[in-house]
C-alpha cells in the first residue's frame, strides 16, 4: 500500500478577540454584535490609551491596524467603540475549541497560540471523501458549536496551510498544495509571507525583491548574506518548503514568553504599561495551563 500524502490544516479564528467580546456582550443581552460595528479590543475606555489588540471588519475599512496605539484609531475612527480585553474568556473559549477539535476529528494536534492550531490530517483521511470536505465540515461545527467563524488552511506542510489561513476571511476553507504556490502566493507582496516582519519586508524592497515570487526565485546565498539564517528561511518558506511536524506530545517548556510588535515607538509610561500587562496576561494564563503557577 502506497503512502499517504501528508495533509495539515491550519486552522485559525477569526479576529478572535473580537469575537469572543461579542459573542459573550451578546449572550449577556447586548442588541449590538461588536462584529458588525467599527470596534476594536484593547486599551482603556476612560483614558484611551493602549493598543488595538483586535478590529473588526468594519473597523479595519477605516485603515485601522492591529498593534496600533488606540488614540491613532480613533482619529481614524472617531465613533468607533471599545471593549477591554477579557483574558480568561478567551482561555475558555479557546479550551472549547481545541476540546471539539480533539474529540470529534483528530487528537493530533499542536496549539499555537490561543487562537490557532495545526490539525494532522493525514491519520484520518480515510474518514473523509476529501480534505476540503473535512476541513468545511470542522468550520461548520466550530459555528455551529459556538457561533465564531475560523479560517482552514490545507496543505501538505504548515507554512503552506497557514498562509493559506490567512487568505480571504472570514469562516473560509482554502487550499495551498505546492503546486498552488506560483499562482496564489506568489503574486503576494513579500510583506505577506509568514515570518517576514516589516523591517524584513523594508530591507528585501530596497533589495528589489518586492513580491514572494521574487523572494522564491532569488539566490540563497545572497540572502543569507544580508539575513543571516533568517535569510535561507524565509527563501524557503516561499519556495513552500518547511520540513517541521505537527508537535502532538506536550513538550516541557524551559522557560514562558510573549511578544508583540508595535506600529511605533511607545514612549508614554501609559501605553508601555498598556502593553506590558497585556503581555504578561498572557504568560500568567500559559504558566497555570502547564501547572507552573
Same mark, same amino acid.
Given at each position: ?7 495539515? %490544516? $491550519? ?9 469572543? /467580546? ?7 443581552? /447586548? ?17 484611551? $490609551? ?20 488606540? *488614540? ?31 474529540? =470529534? #476529528? ?37 459555528? =455551529?458549536? #459556538?457561533?465564531?467563524?475560523v479560517n482552514v488552511g490545507i496543505s501538505t506542510v504548515k507554512v503552506l496551510a497557514k498562509m493559506a489561513s490567512d487568505f480571504e476571511k472570514p469562516g473560509k476553507v482554502h487550499?495551498?498544495?505546492? =503546486? ?36 522564491? $526565485?532569488?539566490?540563497?546565498? #545572497?540572502?543569507?548574506?544580508? %539575513?543571516?539564517? $533568517? ?20 513538550? =516541557? ?26 503581555? *504578561? ?13
Amino acid at each position: 500500500m502506497a503512502d499517504r500524502k501528508q495533509i495539515i %490544516f $491550519h486552522i485559525d479564528v477569526n479576529s478572535a478577540y473580537l469575537s469572543w /467580546s461579542a459573542l459573550e456582550k451578546l449572550q449577556n443581552g /447586548s442588541g449590538v454584535d461588536l462584529r458588525t460595528i467599527p470596534s476594536i479590543i484593547g486599551g482603556d475606555e476612560k483614558s484611551r $490609551h493602549g493598543i488595538v489588540l483586535a478590529k473588526s471588519i468594519p473597523a479595519k475599512k477605516y485603515g485601522i491596524q492591529t498593534g496600533e496605539p488606540v *488614540a491613532a484609531a480613533l482619529r481614524k475612527c472617531p465613533g468607533l467603540v471599545m471593549e477591554p480585553p477579557d483574558h480568561k474568556l478567551y482561555r475558555q473559549y479557546s479550551r472549547a475549541m481545541i476540546g471539539l477539535l480533539s474529540e =470529534e #476529528f483528530s487528537p493530533d494536534l499542536e496549539q499555537v497560540s490561543i487562537d490557532e492550531c495545526y490539525l494532522d490530517f493525514t491519520p484520518v483521511s480515510g474518514r473523509y471523501p476529501s480534505p476540503e470536505a473535512a476541513a468545511a465540515q470542522i468550520r461548520d461545527r466550530i459555528f =455551529e458549536s #459556538f457561533g465564531f467563524t475560523v479560517n482552514v488552511g490545507i496543505s501538505t506542510v504548515k507554512v503552506l496551510a497557514k498562509m493559506a489561513s490567512d487568505f480571504e476571511k472570514p469562516g473560509k476553507v482554502h487550499t495551498l498544495y505546492p =503546486e498552488e504556490i506560483e499562482e496564489k502566493m506568489w503574486p503576494l507582496p513579500v510583506s505577506e509571507l509568514f515570518m517576514v516582519g516589516g523591517r524584513s519586508a523594508s530591507k528585501l524592497e530596497r533589495l528589489g525583491i518586492r513580491t514572494i515570487g521574487d523572494l522564491a $526565485h532569488a539566490d540563497p546565498a #545572497f540572502l543569507t548574506a544580508h %539575513f543571516k539564517s $533568517h535569510g535561507r528561511l524565509m527563501w524557503e518558506y516561499a519556495n513552500g518548503i518547511d520540513p517541521s511536524p505537527v508537535v502532538t506530545q506536550k513538550q =516541557e517548556a524551559k522557560g514562558v514568553g510573549n511578544s508583540t510588535t508595535l506600529s511605533e515607538d511607545v514612549t508614554e509610561p501609559a501605553k508601555a504599561k498598556a502593553v506590558l500587562l497585556s503581555l *504578561a496576561e498572557s504568560v500568567s494564563g500559559r504558566l497555570k495551563k502547564a501547572g507552573q503557577l
